[in-house]
């Protein structure tokens, strides 16, 4: 029985390998709704007939471009993945603020898709009301 200190291992702990999933399901929580939910609130608004604001024109375009290029937006995330994967397992603290920006990114994101939804609608109840 030695004592001498063993190198730590190379394989990732339950934690890291949850913390490195964070982009994965952050990367989907933000395409999916992207792709479904955001066409029919644009339907809606066009049938309305209504000015938007910037931030919704902001979010139907990424929409937009999301499902017309999907062939590329496709591979994007899986490379940023990809990199989050190769380039934050290798060092703890890395992996640890990859996934504290990956988490803001993805809370402004959010912030700003519900702010760009749900802003014209005083204007679609204004129109109701008349």
């Given at each position: 029985?030695?004592?001498?200190p063993?190198?730590p291992?190379?394989?990732?702990?339950?934690?890291?390998?949850?913390?490195?999933?964070?982009?994965?399901?952050?990367?989907?929580?933000?395409?999916l709704?992207?792709?479904?939910?955001?066409?029919?609130?644009?339907?809606?608004?066009?049938?309305?007939?209504?000015?938007?604001?910037?931030?919704?024109?902001?979010?139907?375009?990424?929409?937009?471009?999301?499902?017309?290029?999907?062939?590329?937006?496709?591979?994007?995330?899986?490379?940023?993945?990809?990199?989050?994967?190769?380039?934050?397992?290798?060092?703890?603290?890395?992996?640890?603020?990859?996934?504290?920006f990956?988490?803001?990114?993805?809370?402004?994101?959010?912030?700003i898709?519900?702010?760009?939804?749900?802003?014209?609608?005083?204007?679609?109840?204004?129109?109701?009301?008349?």
């Open positions: 029985m030695s004592d001498a063993t190198a291992s190379a394989c990732p702990t339950v934690l890291e390998r949850a913390v490195a999933s964070v982009p994965v399901f952050l990367l989907l929580t933000l395409f709704p992207a792709c479904l939910v955001v066409p029919k609130f644009e339907r809606m608004f066009r049938e309305m007939e209504c000015n938007l604001p910037l931030t919704t024109t902001l979010v139907l375009s990424i929409s937009h471009i999301l499902t017309s290029f999907w062939y590329v937006a496709a591979p994007a995330a899986v490379g940023v993945v990809w990199v989050f994967f190769s380039w934050g397992c290798k060092r703890r603290a890395r992996m640890w603020c990859l996934a504290a990956a988490l803001v990114a993805f809370l402004i994101a959010v912030g898709g519900m702010a760009g939804l749900y802003l014209p609608f005083p204007h679609i109840m204004e129109k109701i009301g008349e």
